[in-house]
C-alpha cells in the first residue's frame, strides 16, 4: 500500500539492529560525533560538583527546547522564576517543568534496571504537561502546515497500536546486539521512530528530546544528561522536519542520520567549551568573592550562584546558609564588589551573576 499522509501511519515498520549503514558518509560524521562525545564525556568525569552545573545546562536545554514548540521565555523570566515559587509566569513554568521532566525519567529509568520503557515516556510527558496524559486512544490526530493546513503526516491510530509500536521501540532501545550500530546510531534511529509514533496528544517533541538525554546516559556515553540539542534542532528547524519526512516517505534514513549525527557532534563541542568557560569564570569569582567576603566566604554560597543566577536573600536563609540580616549582608559586598548585579523587581531585590548569563547566552 501506497504511504498516504492524510492516513494513520499504521504501517510503520518496527526498527531493527539487523541493518547495513555503513554509508562513507555516515562513517565520517560519525567518527568525528564519538570524538566530540567522548571528549565532553571525560571532562564531565572530572567534575568535582557535577550536579552544580547540571541544573545550569538544563534549564538551557528546557528553554530551547519549548521554544521549539513556540513556549517562549526569557532567560531573565526563567531564572527568576526558578527560584519564585509563587511565579505568574506561564511560558517560564512550562520550562520548569520540562526541566523537572528531564530528572523525573533519569530518576526512573535508574529505578527500573536502567531500561527505557513506555511508562518512562508516560511518566515524562505527565511531569511536562503536569496532567494525567496517557497514550492516544482516539483518532483525529494529525501534523498540518502551519500556514496552509495541509496536512503533513498522520501518526499511528490508536491505544493498542501504539503500545505495540512503543514496546517493539522498548525493545529496540534497550536490546544489547554487540553486532548493531553504534549507539549513536541507535540513538538518532530512536528518536525518529519516537517521533513517527507520535504517543500522545501533546508533548511528543519535548519528550523526543528528553530521551536523547537519558538514553547517551543508559549507554554510559555521558555520565549525566548534560548534551541538548534542540538549540541544533531550533536552528536546522526545517531541515530536521524535511528529513523526518524524507525516512517516512522513503525510508531515506542516510540524509536523517548524517544531519542529527552532525548536530551530536556540533553540540558536544559547543558543550564542552562552555562547561570550560564556565569552570574558568568560577575560578575568577571565587577569588573575588574572598577578597570581597573576607574570613566570611562560604564556598556554598559560590556555588549556589552558578546553580541559580539569580539569588535573593530570603533563598540564602532558605539554604541555610546564614540568617537574614548576614545574607543580606553578604548580597551586598558581592554587588559591591561588581560580583553579582543588584536588580529590584516590585519589592524584591534580585543579585544577578550577569557574567554566568552572558556565558549562557553566548
Known amino acids: 500500500m501506497a504511504y498516504n499522509p492524510t492516513e494513520p501511519f499504521n504501517e510503520l515498520p518496527n526498527l531493527s539492529t539487523k541493518v547495513d549503514l555503513n554509508d562513507a558518509r555516515i562513517i565520517q560524521v560519525l567518527i568525528q560525533a564519538a570524538r566530540n562525545l567522548g571528549e565532553l564525556n571525560g571532562l564531565c568525569a572530572t567534575l568535582p560538583d557535577p550536579m552544580l552545573l547540571l541544573n545550569t545546562l538544563v534549564l538551557q536545554e528546557s528553554r530551547d527546547s519549548s521554544a521549539i514548540e513556540n513556549i517562549v521565555t526569557t532567560q531573565d523570566e526563567l531564572f527568576r522564576a526558578s527560584i519564585d515559587e509563587l511565579s505568574e509566569n506561564s511560558a517560564a513554568k512550562e520550562v520548569l517543568n520540562y526541566r523537572e521532566a528531564m530528572y523525573t525519567g533519569l530518576a526512573r529509568m535508574q529505578s527500573q534496571r536502567n531500561l527505557i520503557v513506555t511508562n518512562t515516556m508516560i511518566e515524562v510527558v505527565q511531569t511536562i504537561k503536569q496532567n494525567r496524559s496517557a497514550i492516544r486512544n482516539a483518532p483525529g490526530t494529525a501534523l498540518r502546515n502551519a500556514q496552509n493546513g495541509e496536512i503533513l503526516y498522520t501518526p499511528p491510530c490508536c491505544e493498542d497500536i501504539i503500545r505495540e509500536k512503543l514496546s517493539a521501540l522498548e525493545q529496540f532501545i534497550n536490546e544489547n546486539d554487540p553486532s548493531g550500530p553504534d549507539p549513536l546510531i541507535k540513538l538518532v534511529m530512536m528518536h525518529y521512530q519516537f517521533e513517527a509514533i507520535y504517543p500522545f496528544f501533546d508533548g511528543n517533541g519535548r519528550t523526543g528530546r528528553i530521551l536523547i538525554g537519558l538514553y547517551l546516559v543508559q549507554q554510559r556515553l555521558l555520565p549525566h544528561p548534560v548534551l541538548y540539542l534542540s538549540r541544533y534542532m531550533n536552528y536546522y528547524r526545517s531541515d530536521y522536519y524535511r528529513l523526518l519526512r524524507t525516512v517516512t516517505e522513503h525510508q531515506n534514513w542516510t540524509e536523517w542520520i548524517v544531519f542529527m549525527l552532525k548536530g551530536i557532534a556540533e553540540t558536544a563541542q559547543l558543550t564542552t ?5 564556565i569552570l574558568d569564570l568560577m575560578t575568577v569569582l571565587e577569588r573575588e568573592a574572598r577578597q570581597a567576603l573576607g574570613a566570611s566566604y562560604n564556598p556554598d554560597l559560590l556555588r549556589l550562584m552558578f546553580m541559580l543566577p539569580y539569588l535573593k536573600i530570603e533563598l540564602i536563609e532558605k539554604r541555610g546558609l546564614a540568617h537574614r540580616q548576614t545574607s543580606s549582608a553578604y548580597l551586598k ?30
Request: proline share 3%; charged share 25%.
Open 333 to 362: 559586598k558581592l554587588a559591591g564588589a561588581g560580583i553579582l548585579i543588584p536588580n529590584k523587581i516590585g519589592r524584591t531585590t534580585y543579585y544577578i551573576n550577569q557574567k554566568l548569563l552572558d556565558l549562557l547566552a553566548d
Open 273 to 277: 567549551s562552555k562547561i570550560r568557560r
